[in-house]
């Protein structure tokens, strides 16, 4: 009894000793975090400021730990920079906006739509100015928008045209003795690649040029528009990079002149009529959406449904970074449900995943359809599994800029027989029956080989039938463009993969007309709880496994771990974009 005493008394003190050093550490971080009350002054500037994550949602918890130790601060909802430009636009107290990002942490779809959404603003006569020490491609194409762009005079401006680098593995196979099983079909299913071959195809070479022109051709067109140069001359100065410094920028209409920041904020002021000496008003657009500007404030009764499937599909429950098919059907039954919903809007942002999860999506989307229009409004991807999701809505929108189709699928299994027999290592195995096993230590056999080649066929039969019942064409027809092709939305307009070119917002008002309301609000779905070991990662004084490894290894070798990394944990057969096409 004694011992048992001691023991609960142990247990129950250092209990006590955790909830003390618990509350010790709130109070430290809530004197630290202490909160300010943000108020928008008159005669203020809008500050445009890109550089934290944009996500298509990014719902603020309401957890007050998490406003107190900034997890929130480290990302920003699509949606509320462009509810907030919407209010801006009416904001007595918002006389324009100046756009300082020196990158924009979001993707070309997205940074398309925020552009365009500033161009409205335009339209009310306010004005838009842009300052950088240092532009991107990226974010120059965003800063084209204002009606004046000027650069720091020892500045550059990196304006070179697309291009997109893909790693291969093949001799890394070859010399570690860790190696790939690949079955895919789809010859332009290049996901797989990196471990079959040791440089890229012509088919692939061939797709990523033509949608990495297709994009190219979509910024430069609306660069030509807002700075009145032709697309002849914005192509020789990316050829000769005739913007590579303050004195060819100008030269080149790129900008329209070199300043300090302070000679930058004196223009700002004259836009305002203010003196040289009077204070500078500006206000971020994080403070603006904190202020209520995020959200565009309806009395309406009726309600269109925005469904966010955000990020690669998993097989599980999925997150605000994973799509799985359990909070996704959660949120669409949720959705239905709802008698004030009237119409559903699903905002696909993904490179696909796991053919399972996109299948039981699929069906709950079916099931729905019975009873509530979908539109589907697609972000910077929805490819593969991402468009498996889309393929049955009763329209599609895309951007011009959109990445989508990749219609294919594929399996990939490690294989560890060759580095298993180089360092001694035998695998012996004792099985009840003849069915087709494996073992990572043994060279894949036919039989098994059969086997997984035969899932992989049966699952690209029943995406070519997906697609061909949701978007009225032959099967014939869909494999036609099917083959894990990847197009641009503006290619995929015209091959009849999507129904439009238009964003989040032209979707939302066409499932508005398909059910005949004109007054209604958005309600925005699935809800996100974070889970104690998720918020504690994202503390800014913790380093994840993530960080250490980006010290150790930098950010290049990283990036070949972290891809190795995520092939080996493919489950089952998987319709997915490549992981390594990145655009820069």
Request: hydrophobic fraction near 40%.
């Amino acid at each position: 009894m004694k011992f048992l005493r001691n023991l609960f008394a142990s247990i129950f003190g250092t209990l006590i000793a955790l909830g003390i050093i618990l509350v010790l550490f709130l109070l430290i971080a809530a004197a630290f975090g202490e909160t300010k009350q943000i108020t928008v002054a008159n005669n203020s500037v809008l500050e445009i400021k890109l550089e934290t994550l944009v996500k298509d949602y990014a719902p603020k918890s309401d957890n007050p730990l998490d406003e107190i130790l900034g997890i929130n601060d480290k990302k920003i909802g699509l949606n509320s920079i462009i509810n907030a430009i919407e209010n801006a636009k009416i904001d007595s107290r918002i006389k324009g906006i100046s756009i300082t990002s020196l990158g924009v942490n979001a993707g070309i779809a997205q940074t398309q739509a925020i552009r365009n959404k500033l161009l409205e603003f335009k339209e009310t006569g306010k004005f838009i100015k842009a300052y950088a020490d240092i532009y991107d491609q990226k974010s120059y194409y965003f800063s084209s928008v204002a009606d004046s762009i000027f650069m720091n005079p020892v500045g550059a401006i990196d304006f070179k045209g697309l291009s997109s680098e893909i790693l291969f593995y093949k001799d890394l196979e070859e010399k570690s003795g860790v190696k790939m099983e690949v079955i895919r079909h789809g010859k332009y299913k290049s996901a797989v690649e990196p471990f079959l071959y040791n440089e890229m195809s012509a088919d692939n070479r061939n797709q990523i040029t033509e949608f990495l022109t297709s994009i190219w051709n979509e910024m430069i067109v609306e660069i030509s528009k807002s700075r009145n140069i032709s697309t002849e001359n914005l192509n020789a100065i990316a050829d000769n990079l005739f913007a590579r410094n303050a004195t060819l920028a100008i030269k080149n209409k790129i900008v329209d002149g070199a300043l300090y920041q302070d000679e930058y904020n004196n223009k700002l002021k004259q836009a305002l009529g203010l003196t040289l000496d009077d204070d500078l008003n500006k206000i971020s657009i994080l403070d603006y959406i904190s202020t209520g500007k995020g959200r565009v404030q309806s009395s309406a009764s009726d309600k269109i449904a925005v469904i966010y499937a955000q990020g690669e599909i998993i097989y599980g429950k999925g997150n605000e970074d994973l799509i799985g098919q359990d909070l996704i059907i959660k949120a669409l039954k949720k959705a239905r449900n709802n008698s004030s919903v009237k119409a559903i809007v699903l905002r696909v942002n993904s490179p696909g995943g796991s053919a399972l999860a996109a299948e039981l999506i699929w069906r709950e989307l079916e099931l729905t359809k019975k009873e509530l229009p979908i539109v589907v409004s697609m972000g910077n991807v929805a490819a593969s599994g991402g468009y498996y999701l889309a393929c049955n809505a009763d329209r599609i929108f895309a951007e011009p800029t959109t990445i989508t189709g990749s219609i294919g699928v594929f399996g990939v299994i490690p294989n560890f027989s060759k580095l298993a027999n180089n360092i001694g290592v035998n695998a012996q195995q004792v099985s009840t029956n003849k069915g087709a096993n494996y073992s990572v230590f043994e060279p894949m056999t036919d039989e098994f080989r059969a086997v997984t080649i035969e899932g992989v066929e049966a699952v690209y039969t029943t995406f070519l039938e997906r697609v061909s019942t949701g978007r009225n064409m032959t099967i014939e027809a869909v494999d036609k463009i099917a083959q894990g092709r990847v197009w641009s939305g503006v290619d995929a307009l015209n091959n009849g993969l999507v129904d439009e070119l238009g964003n989040l917002e032209d979707a939302i008002l066409f499932a508005a007309e398909l059910v005949e309301i004109t007054d209604f609000k958005v309600r925005n779905y699935p809800s996100y709880k974070k889970e104690l070991e998720d918020r504690f990662k994202s503390l800014p004084f913790v380093k994840t496994t993530e960080k250490v490894l980006i010290e150790e290894l930098g950010e290049e070798n990283y990036k070949i771990y972290q891809t190795i990394k995520e092939f080996s944990k493919l489950n089952g057969i998987q319709a997915r974009l490549p992981f390594e096409i990145n655009i820069n």
